[in-house]
């Protein structure tokens, strides 16, 4: 079992800078794949970044490479997600999730364990 908590949203103007964080309960964390997704009102969830188990490999959504950044802290048991040059349509709720495989999945059907989800608002 993983449980997983985000913080860091909030209200940020464009072009503004945030960072989400996710904290995760559990022994395995290191164990575990973790993704980043989105989901804007009335829209389907949507993949954001996710990165290995190790760290080493990261895959990220057309919409937001070069702009966001995926990383983890093995030993924090903390997954990060830095987001710089913020657009409006970045507007989301952002949930971290957990997929044990060794791959980097991308699919919202892969993932086994989320969050609760932390508001991101970017005004124009």
């Known amino acids: 079992q993983v449980q997983l908590v985000e913080s860091g949203g909030g209200l940020v103007q464009a072009g503004d800078s945030l960072r989400l964080s996710c904290a995760a309960s559990g022994r395995t964390f290191s164990s575990y794949a973790l993704g980043w997704f989105r989901q804007a009102p009335g829209k389907e969830r949507e993949f954001v970044a996710a990165i290995s188990f190790g760290g080493k490999s990261t895959v990220y959504a057309d919409s937001v490479k070069g702009r966001f950044t995926i990383s983890r802290d093995n030993a924090k048991n903390t997954v990060y997600l830095h987001m710089n040059s913020l657009k409006p349509g970045d507007t989301a709720v952002y949930y971290c999730?957990?997929?044990?495989?060794?791959?980097?999945?991308?699919?919202?059907?892969?993932?086994?364990?989320w969050g609760q989800g932390t508001q991101v608002t970017v005004s124009s």
């Open positions: 999730a957990a997929a044990r495989t060794l791959r980097v999945p991308t699919p919202v059907m892969e993932y086994d364990y």
